[in-house]
């Protein structure tokens, strides 16, 4: 079945640093892909999405490009502040597939900013 | 826009009791919800498909008799988590697309419920 793969954090990096979080799935169709931010005793939010090959979704300077080659969807940022703080999911959905509009989510990576 | 809000935000309740979770969606409608149950540093563990006007359909291993889900009207699903159990305690999450859905559409999540059973 489909599954998303992220890498472990927690990713501790100081403030102006460049911000890395690697997200490869596995689909048997041609999903869509998400990257959600929980802020601490929070819901998801949308980060960005892509929803096919080649696409880069962007967000408060956030960056990720569906890359159907390498089945991945890297979030990258230039430059993170403190306020970057949280956990990412990476997330795909192919209701062309499932049927339905259910999402599968990577297992989240933790950001810590230091200042 | 696309505002889903989740009530309470924090609950704690005795064991043995109920405990109703609402989440709605403010500005938009839909026909189909989401909840969730996220274990502390994990991922989101999608429980059940919550459908206007019909049963929820359940994931495996979800008991539906402990985790009622009422879909009543097109912006307002509730969970009800039935004779609480200290392990039932966690934060549980909902979410929403916009009806008529499209395929891209993302989910929209309310700020999750943090619930803990004594």
């Known amino acids: 079945g489909d599954s998303v793969t992220q890498m472990e954090g927690p990713v501790t990096l100081s403030e102006e640093a460049f911000l890395t979080i690697n997200c490869t799935y596995t689909?048997?169709?041609?999903?869509?892909l998400f990257w959600y931010v929980q802020y601490p005793g929070e819901g998801l939010q949308l980060l960005l999405k892509?929803?096919?090959?080649?696409d880069k979704g962007s967000n408060k300077g956030f960056e990720a490009t569906y890359r159907k080659e390498t089945t991945s969807f890297h979030l990258e940022k230039g430059s993170v502040q403190v306020s970057d703080s949280a956990v990412y999911f990476c997330?795909?959905?192919?209701?062309?597939?499932?049927?339905?509009?259910?999402?599968?989510f990577g297992t989240g990576t933790r950001l810590k900013v230091l200042a | 826009g696309a505002v889903v809000s989740q009530h309470p935000s924090r609950v704690i309740c005795k064991s043995g009791t109920s405990v109703k979770i609402e989440c709605r969606s403010l500005?938009?409608?839909?026909?189909?919800m989401f909840w969730y149950r996220q274990f502390p540093k994990q991922s989101l563990m999608l429980m059940a498909t919550?459908?206007?006007?019909?049963?929820?359909?359940?994931e495996q291993g979800v008991e539906k008799d402990k985790f009622l889900i009422n879909h009543a009207s097109l912006t307002l699903s509730t969970l009800t988590v039935t004779s609480a159990h200290p392990e039932d305690s966690s934060f549980y999450i909902c979410?929403?697309?916009?009806?008529?859905?499209?395929?891209?559409?993302?989910?929209?999540f309310g700020n999750g419920t943090r619930l803990t059973v004594t």
């Open positions: 997330a795909l959905s192919d209701p062309r597939v499932s049927g339905t509009y259910k999402y599968i």
């Open positions: 919550s459908n206007e006007g019909s049963k929820a359909t359940y």
């Open positions: 892509a929803t096919k090959a080649d």
């Open positions: 979410s929403a697309r916009a009806t008529p859905s499209v395929r891209n559409s993302p989910l929209h």
């Open positions: 689909a048997t169709g041609y999903p869509s």
């Open positions: 500005d938009f409608q839909a026909t189909t």
